[in-house]
């Protein structure tokens, strides 16, 4: 019977790990700063507010105002398993409704 209360701990160990890092990651996307651009008012601060970096909010810049090129840009990141993502320009924006840019946080590192 002892035999059997360490495999069962170390068990229940790993299960109640793997589900609170499930937890977690729905947690964390209520955390997740909310990254608009409305295309053409030229206001960047949801990029700025949350770096300093030039070299991000041109990134960025470029990806609302040329996503054409991106698309034909792969990602070689990783983020097409745990995102979809199938282009660059997914990395930098998420989604384009009417003239409102949701950003992705990817962009910035």
Do not use: R
């Not at 398993?81 to 997914?90: A, L, P």
């Amino acid at each position: 019977m002892q035999k059997l209360v360490i495999p069962f701990f170390l068990g229940t160990l790993l299960i109640s790990g793997c589900s609170a890092n499930g937890q977690g990651s729905e947690d964390s996307d209520l955390h997740k700063p909310k990254l608009e651009y409305k295309i053409g008012s030229n206001d960047w601060s949801a990029v700025t507010s949350l770096t300093n970096s030039t070299k991000v909010l041109e990134a960025y810049q470029f990806a609302v105002e040329h996503s054409e090129v991106l698309d034909y840009m792969p990602c070689y990141c990783g983020c097409y398993e745990e995102d979809g993502h199938i282009s660059n320009t997914h990395c930098f924006v998420d989604s384009v409704a009417g003239d409102t840019a949701k950003l992705d946080s990817m962009g910035f590192g």
